[in-house]
C-alpha cells in the first residue's frame, strides 16, 4: 500500500489534540480549537494538529468540537444557528474563532486531522481541503459523513484524495473481524484506509491490541489512540507499537517522542 503523503516518513506521531492550551493559557481563557490553540501547538513543534468541523448558519465551517456553545461559552446555542460574526465575538476573548480556511491558509505547514462533527459541513469541509488534500486527513464517527466529505474533496478536483480514518461503525466491525480471526476480510476493510484513530478501550473492551497492530500494519494502515494525556501512557503505547498519540498535552508528547521525560504526569 502507498503511503498518503499526510503520512510524513517520521514516526511516532503527535497530534495536538483541539491544538494546545497550555495550564497557564487555559487560565488566562483560551479555549480548544480556537486560533492561538493552533498556534500554540505550531509553536510547540507539533506537525499535526487535530480538529473538528462544524458549519455556521450562514455556511462556514469553522474549526469547533460541540454542538452548541454551553461548555465552552455559556451560550446554550447551537453552533448550526448562529452566524460567523455572532461566534467571531463570542471567541474574541477565548483565543480566536478559527474558520476551517483560515487554518489551512495561516498554517501552511501544519497538517489537519479534521472530524466532520455535522452532515451539513462534510461538503463544505470536502470543497476545502481540496487543494490541501496532501496534508489532511478526513474523519467522522459517521462513515457516510466521511465519505461525504472525501466526495467533496474529489468533485472540488483533489489531485489525491485526503487521508482517512474510519468511523465507529467501521472500527467496530474491524475489531469483531479480527477476534473471529477474519483476517481476508480485515484487510479488504483496512485497503481504503490510511490510518485507525481509537481510543485504547471501548469501555471493558481493549481495542489497542497487538493483534491489532499487527494486522494494520500488515496492511500499511497506522494506528493513532486518543485521547493520551499522562506520560506513563504515552510510553506504554509508543512501547506497545502504535503511531500516533492524540494528545490535549502536545508539549508532554513531544517531550516524550524526542526522548526526554517531563513532570507533568
Known amino acids: 500500500m502507498t503511503r498518503h503523503p499526510y503520512l510524513s516518513p517520521d514516526t511516532p506521531r503527535v497530534l495536538a489534540h483541539r491544538g494546545l492550551v497550555t495550564p497557564d ?12 490553540a493552533v498556534a500554540e501547538a505550531h509553536a510547540a ?9 462544524h458549519l455556521t448558519a450562514d455556511g ?6 460541540d454542538d452548541d456553545l454551553q461548555r465552552v461559552a455559556g451560550d446554550p446555542r447551537r453552533i448550526a444557528d448562529v452566524r460567523l460574526h455572532e461566534l467571531e465575538e463570542l471567541m474574541s476573548e477565548r483565543g480566536g474563532l478559527v474558520t476551517l480556511a483560515q487554518a489551512l491558509d ?7 486531522n479534521l472530524d466532520v462533527k455535522a452532515d451539513a459541513a462534510a461538503e463544505g469541509v470536502g470543497r476545502l481541503v481540496a487543494p490541501h488534500a496532501e496534508r489532511v486527513l478526513v474523519t467522522s464517527f459517521s462513515d457516510a459523513r466521511r465519505r461525504a466529505a472525501l466526495s467533496a474533496a474529489a468533485t472540488a478536483g483533489a489531485d489525491v484524495r485526503p487521508a482517512t480514518s474510519p468511523g ?3 472500527v467496530a466491525r474491524l475489531v469483531a473481524l479480527l477476534a473471529l480471526r477474519q483476517v481476508r476480510r480485515m484487510r479488504a476493510m483496512l485497503d481504503d484506509l490510511d490510518a485507525l484513530q481509537l481510543p485504547e ?18 496492511a500499511g494502515v497506522e494506528v493513532h489512540v486518543w485521547t493520551v494525556n ?19 498535552r502536545a508539549d ?9 521525560r517531563t513532570t507533568a504526569d
Open 201 to 218: 478501550r471501548q469501555g471493558p473492551l481493549r481495542v489497542v491490541t497487538r493483534g491489532l497492530l499487527r494486522a494494520a500494519h500488515d
Open 25 to 36: 493559557a487555559a487560565a488566562q481563557g483560551v479555549a480548544e480549537n480556537s486560533f492561538a
Open 106 to 112: 495561516a498554517f501552511p505547514d501544519v497538517r489537519f
Open 168 to 170: 465507529s461503525a467501521t
Open 45 to 53: 513543534g507539533v506537525s499535526y494538529v487535530e480538529s473538528d468541523c
Open 230 to 248: 499522562a506520560e506513563h501512557d504515552m510510553r506504554r503505547l509508543l512501547d506497545l507499537g502504535v503511531d500516533g498519540l492524540v494528545t490535549d
Open 60 to 65: 462556514v465551517v469553522v474549526l469547533f468540537h
Open 252 to 260: 508532554v508528547a513531544l517531550s516524550v517522542v524526542n526522548g526526554g
